[in-house]
């Protein structure tokens, strides 16, 4: 560790603060040394992939805006990009990929045909710098994405979807023996429609009989999980996968359901779902992202929605049952800029939350001393908690403060702004 006295003596401060509210601001640390990240492969190159065939185009009703130069274009660029923003963010974390990602070694490669070879370099590379993977299918930016993939009544194009959803659950596999450590591997698909469909039962029935055949393999190395949306661009009125109903198939199968916090009605709390899905499914998966009017993917910031979310995982003890999972797009700015400041957001939550002392709101709450419940709640939120933050970036050998903007300025200045 460093050396630097100013952030030590600012930390030294806020222990004894902490402490004397009952908060031991060295165990808060410890924990949150524990949580990995699963960073989102896509911010890097606003969900491109390395696919040489396809549209060119992202479709399946999602969105990247901006234009900002210096976008990784290849593999290698993706992971310069990738380890560039991990050396600024404090800690281990995982890395989630998109089947589109593979090393395809410039031949086409269609989503029917995609095996465990094609990320073997990633488990290496993973395995190499420390970085566990995550996956995911990828049914968007296809000749046969249209609106209905694993719903679609259309059986050509169902069973291309259910051989792709099978293959990378195989991928999946291979990744987790690999790492010997399960990979996650989440199912979002895009299927619905823009003007209100003469029925809504059909297309559903399908998607679960799809979800049926795609989970009859058992594995031990992966995770299933099931992502849920409230809708996509240009698929306003129906959502076939919508909360509802991987809600009722994860209950009843035992699947993970996939929270993205942009993926429901603005004024719905993500993080009072928490309690409810920890009692009814095996596990949570989050894709921590930022809606601003709609699922805008927003670099995540430090706000109320996810220290709301951070705070229920904690105190529903919840850490070895929650995988944090990002999912944000934002091409108008700086992109490891991007990963970095909403991964650091993510994690001064987790922060937060962990700075509560445990217990002493629930003693309040049983005694009936619900004044003091409120009182300490507000007195929490000016407690000197970045002095904690600043000694966890230190302890970690990354950048305190706002030092980590200097570094990626100049990755942009060698490194992306080259890319033309
Ligand atoms: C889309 C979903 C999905 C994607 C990624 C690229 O709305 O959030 O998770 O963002 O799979
Ligand atoms: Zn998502």
């Not at 970085?131 to 000749?143: A, V």
């Not at 959803?165 to 619905?192: A, F, L, V």
């Not at 809504?200 to 995770?223: G, P, Q």
Request: hydrophobic share 35%; net charge negative.
């Amino acid at each position: 560790m460093k050396k630097d006295i100013a952030i030590e003596k600012a930390y030294d401060a806020a222990r004894d603060r902490y402490a004397a509210i009952g908060t031991d601001t060295e165990k808060a640390l410890e924990t949150l040394q524990k949580i990995s990240i699963s960073l989102h492969c896509w911010q890097a190159d606003d969900v491109s992939g390395f696919e040489t065939k396809g549209e060119g185009s992202l479709t399946g009703g999602i969105q990247v805006t901006g234009n900002y130069p210096g976008r990784a274009r290849d593999i290698d660029e993706l992971r310069s990009d990738i380890l560039k923003a991990a050396s600024l963010i404090p800690g281990r974390h995982r890395l989630s990929l998109h089947e589109i990602y593979g090393d395809f070694q410039g031949k086409v490669v269609d989503r029917n045909e995609v095996t465990p070879e094609h990320f073997r370099s990633w488990m290496q590379w993973g395995e190499e710098n420390g970085m566990k993977l995550d996956f995911n299918s990828t049914s968007f930016s296809h000749p046969k994405s249209g609106n209905l993939t694993l719903s679609s009544p259309d059986e050509g194009i169902r069973r291309f979807w259910i051989e792709h959803t099978m293959r990378c659950r195989q991928i999946s596999e291979e990744i987790g023996k690999y790492q010997n450590d399960p990979c996650i591997m989440n199912i979002w698909i895009h299927d619905g429609s823009k003007e209100v469909p003469a029925g809504r039962l059909e297309y559903r029935r399908i998607l679960k009989d799809s979800l049926d055949e795609i989970f009859s393999v058992e594995y031990a190395d992966m995770k299933d999980c099931i992502e849920a949306k409230l809708f996509g661009i240009g698929l306003e009125s129906y959502t076939v996968g919508s909360y509802d109903f991987y809600l009722g198939y994860g209950a009843s199968k035992g699947k993970i359901v996939t929270l993205d916090t942009g993926h429901f009605h603005l004024t719905e709390s993500i993080a009072d779902k928490v309690s409810s899905l920890l009692l009814f499914t095996p596990e949570i998966m989050l894709h921590v992202s930022r809606p601003v009017r709609w699922d805008s993917d927003h670099v995540v910031i430090l706000n109320d929605d996810i220290t709301d979310l951070a705070r229920e995982i904690i105190r529903c003890k919840a850490l070895d049952r929650v995988h944090i999972g990002l999912d944000y797009f934002d091409a108008t700015i700086n992109r490891i800029g991007a990963y970095v400041t909403g991964t650091r957001a993510t994690q001064k939550a987790l922060l937060l939350a962990l700075l509560e002392p445990e217990g002493v709101l629930g003693k309040y709450e049983s005694e009936g001393r619900c004044f003091e419940r409120l009182a300490l709640q507000e007195e929490l939120k000016s407690m000197p908690w970045g002095a904690v933050w600043d000694m966890f970036c230190l302890r970690n050998d990354v950048p305190a403060g706002l030092d980590y903007v200097g570094d990626i300025l100049k990755y942009e200045a060698d490194v992306t702004s080259l890319r033309k």
